[in-house]
């Protein structure tokens, strides 16, 4: 458990949840379960807040107020509502605390919440746990929900590697199976791809008017393909503005690929659909080779 031995017994770690959804309230069970840590909640909706306290993930319920007694913040909230809580609560955390967020889109909100805190001495270091539901809410959220996913972790150029130390420590503690640094940038061009235009393509996917004729004729790839179609609208279109540029690359270049298939098919050109296809094949063979022997390099 991430507890030093040196500390005496009254001498805890104090660390506050800020929104208590399906991710914040996630953690506070997970860091419950896995350490000895004082575990704070604050969100907007008091019943939550007294969910998580009676059913024990959080130690304590706290207002705004009570921001400066923590060593370590993480805000579960949109992006914008993340910067607007840097800003409007700047003043109320403590000097030397560390602030993380668990949004997934970093350089909108790691830009903008390290210039509100560093002239004040708060370490703001950006983070993302790859972890999510089909559902939305603290009732929906788990002690084992991060279980082997992966962690990022999204440091500007001045962030101590002691705050970068702590949050891989943290992520071990509640079940990670890997932790990935990158710049914030890079972040946002890698999720634009393997997780924004995903959700797209799946929501744009279930328009079709088949949808409601699909009852017997669907298998694995249809409940594959589907599954990140039911998501959160408010949630997502936040995400989805704020990583505008790498999101609108993505989704061009799917609709320039959509349209050489289209025209394959209406030309009946049976070697250019070949063509296409195995490129599509041997790509993503290319991908899992790739990726198959970084794992073996880092065992």
């Known amino acids: 458990r991430d507890q030093p031995r040196s500390r005496g017994l009254g001498d805890v770690y104090k660390r506050q949840i800020v929104g208590l959804g399906l991710i914040g309230g996630s953690v506070c069970k997970a860091l419950k379960k896995n350490t000895f840590h004082h575990i704070m909640g604050l969100d907007a909706d008091g019943e939550v807040c007294r969910k998580a306290l009676d059913s024990g993930a959080i130690d304590e319920i706290i207002t705004a107020d009570g921001l400066n007694d923590a060593d370590m913040t993480m805000l579960c909230l949109y992006p914008e509502t993340i910067v607007e809580f840097v800003k409007q609560h700047k003043d109320r955390f403590k000097p030397g605390s560390i602030v993380t967020d668990s949004c997934g889109v970093k350089e909108y909100v790691v830009t903008r919440c390290t210039e509100v805190l560093e002239p004040l001495g708060v370490i703001f270091v950006g983070s993302h746990p790859m972890a999510g539901r089909e559902f939305s809410g603290f009732d929906y959220s788990t002690d084992d929900l991060f279980k082997g996913a992966s962690y990022i972790i999204t440091p500007s150029e001045n962030t101590p590697k002691m705050a970068i130390d702590l949050l891989s420590t943290l992520a071990c503690c509640m079940g990670f199976g890997k932790v990935v640094t990158a710049t914030p940038k890079q972040h946002d061009i890698n999720i634009a791809f393997t997780s924004q235009l995903a959700h797209v393509v799946s929501n744009a996917y279930v328009k079709s008017p088949s949808l409601f004729n699909a009852d017997g004729f669907s298998a694995g790839s249809f409940m594959d393909l589907t599954r990140v179609a039911k998501l959160n609208e408010y949630m997502w279109s936040s995400l989805f503005l704020c990583n505008k540029e790498a999101l609108l690359f993505e989704l061009n270049t799917i609709i320039?690929?959509?349209?050489?298939?289209?025209?394959?098919?209406?030309?009946?050109?049976?070697?250019?659909?070949?063509?296409?296809?195995?490129?599509?094949?041997?790509?993503?063979?290319?991908?899992?080779?790739?990726?198959?022997?970084?794992?073996?390099?880092?065992?």
């Open 256 to 299: 320039d690929n959509l349209c050489e298939y289209r025209d394959a098919i209406g030309d009946d050109d049976t070697e250019r659909l070949r063509d296409i296809l195995r490129d599509g094949r041997e790509r993503k063979e290319k991908s899992n080779e790739l990726y198959a022997e970084h794992a073996r390099r880092k065992v």
